[in-house]
Structure formats: structure tokens, C-alpha cells
């Protein structure tokens, strides 16, 4: 069966940098697009980057777009989110999700990444 | 930035159906999509482009759109229905995501 695992989360001072890393199983990664998703504590689910199947494109929502860079490792099927320049609102869980049907049909349970000093 | 709008609570006795709206400009020309989220859960999906319903999920849940607005129906809903709601879509462009701002479901 599909399986999504984040992991990479923790406490980063503001300014700071993280790295998250998603391991995937159960489905052909390199033909998937994969996304990765926010929810501030207490807040509505907030979507962040999507990358293509090949890695051909990535796109970013404004509120990290210049800071946050989404990538892929087709070969051992993991989708990583690099965030430069923390701000205490980016203090979220950040779910990774895979995409078809121009949908996010598969997600993973999430890894919380707190902002603070 | 594109911006799709639900209304923050919706609430229903058991039996009853429940009905959640979502509203953007884009939606004529794109699908939604619609994320069930229990409390401390991950999101899992109900409702793909419009309405069209995964496996396993049951078919009191159903999808609809017209015009600017997708809807969610729950056709007798259940207390184990409680939860937040979200709507998914694109811009015009197919590029941004976005997703509603989540509707509380109480079945009470």
C-alpha cells in the first residue's frame, strides 16, 4: 500500500534553516507529482509547493516562495523541502502528499517544525 | 493571490444532510477536490474532481459543481462524520494550489 513518511521536523531558531525529507513506498514515485501542505497550530490546512514527476517544474505558495525549495530523489523515491530564512509563521505541521487525478490522493501523517527562540 | 471561500461551521442532527459550499472564480474551468480532517488526523480525501468519490469512502458523501460553487453532501450524516472540511483547487493558471479556508462539521 502507499506510504508517505516525513520526517525532519523540530525546534530552528528564527533566521535559521531545516530540511525535510519524505520517504515514499507502495506506488512508481517518478511518475507522481508530490506536494508538500502546512497547518499552523489550530489554523486550516495551507498548501506549499508542488514538484513535477521529472522534476521539470515546481511552483510555491507566496508566502514562501524565495525562501523554500522543493526537491526530489527519483532513485530513492523521496521528496525533500529545504526552508531557509524560518519566520515564526512558518511554524506548522508540514504533511507531504502525493499527487493524481489532479488531486492529493495519498498523504503522510505529518512533521511539526516550530520556529522559536 | 487566488482564494477559494467556505463558510466556517456547518452544523446538522444525525440523519439530516449536510451541505458545504465553496466558492472561487476558477472553479467553472477546474475541479475540486474535498478533504475530510479529524481532529489530530492527517486530511483524507472524499471527493475528487467534483464528484467523484474514492474507494472506501462511503456514498452518503457526494460532490457537485456549478458555476463558481462546489458543494459537499453528506446524505445522512453521522456523528462519526464530525470534522473539518476543506476544498482544494487551482488558479486559472493550473500552477498555484490552493485550499478553502475549512468548514467545521458538527453532528449533533
Known amino acids: 500500500q502507499v506510504q508517505l513518511m516525513e520526517s525532519g521536523g523540530g525546534v530552528v531558531q528564527p533566521g535559521k534553516s531545516l530540511r525535510l525529507s519524505c520517504a515514499t513506498s507502495?506506488?512508481?514515485?517518478?511518475?507522481?507529482?508530490m506536494h508538500w501542505v502546512r497547518q499552523a497550530p489550530g489554523k486550516g490546512l495551507e498548501w506549499v509547493a508542488v514538484?513535477?514527476?521529472?522534476?521539470?517544474?515546481?511552483y510555491y505558495a507566496d508566502s514562501v516562495k524565495g525562501r523554500f525549495t522543493i526537491s526530489r530523489d527519483n532513485s530513492n523515491n523521496t521528496v525533500f523541502l529545504q526552508m531557509n530564512s524560518l519566520r515564526a509563521e512558518d511554524t506548522a505541521v508540514y504533511y507531504c502528499a502525493k499527487e493524481d487525478m489532479v488531486t492529493l490522493d495519498h498523504w503522510g501523517q505529518g512533521t511539526l517544525v516550530t520556529v522559536s527562540s | 493571490s487566488y482564494e477559494l471561500t467556505q463558510p466556517p461551521s456547518v452544523s446538522v442532527s444525525p440523519g439530516q444532510t449536510a451541505r458545504i459550499t465553496c466558492s472561487g472564480d476558477a472553479l467553472p474551468k477546474k475541479y475540486a477536490s474535498w478533504f475530510q480532517q479529524k481532529s489530530g488526523q492527517a486530511p483524507v480525501l472524499v471527493i475528487f474532481?467534483?464528484?467523484k468519490r474514492p474507494s472506501g469512502i462511503p456514498e452518503r458523501f457526494s460532490g457537485s459543481s456549478s458555476g463558481t460553487l462546489a458543494t459537499l453532501t453528506i446524505s445522512g450524516a453521522q456523528v462519526e462524520d464530525e470534522a473539518d472540511f476543506y476544498c482544494?483547487?487551482?488558479?486559472?493558471?493550473?500552477?498555484?494550489?490552493?485550499f478553502g479556508g475549512g468548514t467545521k462539521l458538527t453532528v449533533l
Open positions: 507502495g506506488f512508481t514515485f517518478r511518475n507522481y507529482g
Open positions: 514538484i513535477y514527476f521529472d522534476g521539470s517544474k515546481r
Open positions: 482544494y483547487s487551482t488558479d486559472s493558471s493550473g500552477n498555484q494550489r490552493v
Open positions: 474532481e467534483d464528484n
